[in-house]
């Protein structure tokens, strides 16, 4: 069989795994069935930082190996026309390093679609110098850009870009779906255990939800799981909460352990202070977990609320113990009903990974 158009695949996929990497698995099985000619250009080791300043040797040393990488495939490939950018300006660093690939590209003649896994594009331009500014104004005319949140789009219109599309992040729903299974846990915190993530608030909410609860004999199981390791910290915590609350720290969990402990819980907190998609949300509402969220990520975009299998909650200490107090009382039928409509909105929605991959191929394509 003949051999389809040959293209170039820039990575870097961040860890612990996401949205891009989650993307990635799915197009690599669709373009080796299909036999797709690509090459794969991993930058995702060493990782840049997410540091703001003005400069960094290891940023600068690091950025500058994956230009000239690029740089040098680019020019090693010059019958192949298309390239694909994911993960494209994850952090500042990453955005400085970013938007070379695009000047050499354009200098190269190729046909380039970048994917931005974030929703404050704006903020992380606002660290680039003004030289920085005015080439990105202007070469990014020449790339079309696939954002996963709706605010990334308007920034990047705002930044002079042509041809902005809106390509939110899917879940694999056939892997990741329903079964009767035994609740070990009452709340699962399932994210990179950092402030930006909420952590700081879940952990001050189960505090306050401690000193509220009237039958001090209750016992709430609480799961972490987060690739952070928490030492010292964790020991004094699980001493501050007992005997009411219960903490089992899991450490990094991923594929089938990770929907075997979505399963073996009765809620997902997800009290993001920023987020573009929120994947563990979308996981988590396939296999029927009901969640407890912020106003963030798919939540925000899709508006949704109770009917689909969402708790909403504020970004305060005080609404979040008030919501993870009012999971804890949810009678039987009121939970099995939220955790029947959370499995649906992601049928309703039609937002399995397969899908997203076939539609951005056609992207890539066009």
């Known amino acids: 069989m003949k051999q389809k158009q040959t293209f170039l695949w820039v990575a870097s996929f961040p860890p612990p795994f996401g949205g891009p990497e989650v993307l990635a698995k799915e197009l690599c099985r669709v373009w080796r069935k299909e036999k797709v000619g690509f090459y794969l250009v991993d930058i995702s080791k060493p990782r840049l930082s997410q540091e703001r300043g003005f400069f960094s040797w290891k940023n600068f040393i690091w950025g500058l190996r994956d230009i000239l990488k690029v740089l040098a495939v680019f020019i090693l490939t010059p019958k192949v026309k298309r390239v694909y950018f994911s993960n494209f300006a994850g952090s500042v660093w990453a955005f400085r390093r970013d938007l070379w690939f695009i000047i050499f590209g354009v200098l190269c003649r190729k046909k380039m679609t970048a994917h931005i896994h974030l929703k404050e594009l704006r903020f992380v ?3 680039l110098f003004k030289w920085e500014k005015k080439l990105f104004q202007i070469v990014v005319k020449k790339v079309v850009l696939i954002v996963v949140n709706p605010k990334a789009r308007r920034d990047a219109l705002s930044l002079r870009a042509r041809k902005v599309i809106f ?42 939800l401690k000193g509220k609860l009237k039958n001090k004999n209750r016992e709430i199981r609480v799961a972490l799981a987060g690739e952070e390791k928490l030492g010292k910290y964790l020991a004094k915590l699980k001493k501050e909460l007992l005997p009411e609350i219960k903490i089992k720290y899991l450490g990094v969990v991923e594929g089938k352990d990770k929907h075997k402990l979505m399963l073996k819980s009765r809620f997902l907190v997800f009290p993001s202070l920023v987020d573009a998609c929120a994947l563990v949300v979308l996981e988590a509402l396939a296999s029927g977990l009901p969640t407890i969220s912020t106003n963030e990520g798919a939540v925000e975009y899709y508006s949704w609320g109770r009917k689909e299998g969402v708790i909403k909650t504020k970004k305060s200490v005080r609404d979040l113990a008030f919501k993870l107090s009012f999971a804890l009382d949810l009678h039987f039928k009121d939970y099995r009903q939220l955790s029947i409509s959370a499995r649906q909105v992601i049928k309703k929605k039609k937002l399995d990974i397969r899908r997203m991959a076939k539609r951005l191929i056609l992207l890539i394509n066009s």
Do not use: E
Request: no cysteine; charged share 30%; proline share 7%.
């Open 125 to 127: 331009y606002s660290y």
């Open 167 to 208: 390509l939110p992040n899917g879940v694999d729903s056939y892997f990741f779906k329903p079964y009767p299974s035994k609740k070990k846990f009452d709340f699962l915190f399932l994210s990179r255990l950092q402030k930006k993530k909420g952590f700081d608030l879940f952990i001050k909410a189960l505090r306050v």
